[in-house]
């Protein structure tokens, strides 16, 4: 069993049974189209073409509203199960509080459609910011210091260890395998020969890259904006469900997206004093 906040219970709950009575209308649809079906079947098609007809504009009236009965329980399901699939993933010791709903409605003259198709435009396109941010590759200055360190790491390895027995010195390397003992023996010979050598191939990669236009970034800056377009996202994603959850006041359905954040659709956060590992999630009410 997880834990979540009374509100988002309640939320999940009713999810739960949007996809019930989805279910029931999709069966509604099924039996009433077998029934009719039997119906058609018991006519004589010679005799009683008049009876047959109206009966066939029926079916194709109970196929159509099943197509759309079929749809909307196969679109509910999938965010139900993503949401239910996050819930079951969440930590053990994680905590969600409730948010306030503080983001504004439609723009003036806007619909309930229209300002949600804004938002998932706006959505993607902090995504694609992201995705770029994600591909950023780390300074050159960052490179260097990554391959003195590993090089140096080498060569610690292969230095030898030195032990006088008598009047006889022993020498030994602990290093096994023919080829790694010709990597770690060069790199103690020879550091600097072999970091120049790696700095110049970073530098033909480097060349490379820049024909893709990829960004620079220090491992710092690519952590700090990439935590800045996860924040902007998310909020992004809680004023979508806002939209989604005042339209139903009004009388408007949207259908809500696959790959919605389950922490806006349930309306929650992780409580501040939680930190949760990426991928992780929290808990406060049982759902079951």
């Known amino acids: 069993m997880t834990r979540l906040t009374e509100k988002a219970a ?42 047959i007809a109206p009966l066939q504009r029926e079916l194709a009236r109970y196929r159509s509203r099943l197509e759309v009965a079929q749809n909307n329980f196969v679109a509910l399901s999938r965010v139900h199960t993503a949401v239910r699939t996050w819930i079951d993933q969440l930590g053990a010791g994680v905590q969600l509080e409730d948010i306030e709903d503080q983001w504004p409605g439609p723009s003036g003259g806007e619909h309930y459609t229209d300002a949600v ?38 060569a ?15 020498i030994k390397h602990e290093v096994e395998g023919y080829a790694d003992q010709a990597v770690v023996f060069s790199a103690w010979l020879h550091p600097d020969r072999m970091k120049e050598q790696l700095h110049e191939e970073i530098d033909r990669r480097r060349e490379r890259e820049r024909s893709d236009k990829l960004v620079v970034l220090s491992a710092r800056e690519r952590a700090d904006r990439l935590r800045t377009m996860d924040r902007l996202i998310l909020d992004k994603e809680y004023e979508e469900e806002f939209l989604i959850r005042d339209a139903e006041q009004e009388g408007t359905t949207i259908p809500r997206r696959e790959k919605a954040d389950p922490r806006a659709i349930l309306g929650v956060r992780f409580a501040p004093r939680n930190v949760a590992p990426q991928g992780e999630q929290p808990l406060a009410t049982t759902v079951a």
Do not use: C, N, W
């Not at 995504?127 to 960052?142: C, F, H, M, Y």
């Not at 610690?156 to 022993?170: C, H, I, S």
């Open 10 to 51: 309640a939320r999940f709950a009713d999810m739960t049974s949007e996809v019930e009575a989805a279910q029931d209308q999709m069966h509604a649809a099924q039996r009433r189209i077998g029934q009719i079906e039997q119906r058609i079947r018991d006519k004589s098609p010679q005799l009683q073409a008049e009876v």
């Open 117 to 154: 198709q804004r938002v998932r435009a706006e959505i993607d396109e902090l995504r694609s910011t992201r995705s770029a941010v994600a591909r950023a590759v780390p300074r050159l200055d960052e490179l260097y210091a990554q391959a003195d360190a590993h090089v140096d790491a080498l």
């Open 156 to 170: 610690a390895r292969g230095a030898p260890m030195l032990r006088v027995e008598g009047d006889r010195l022993v």
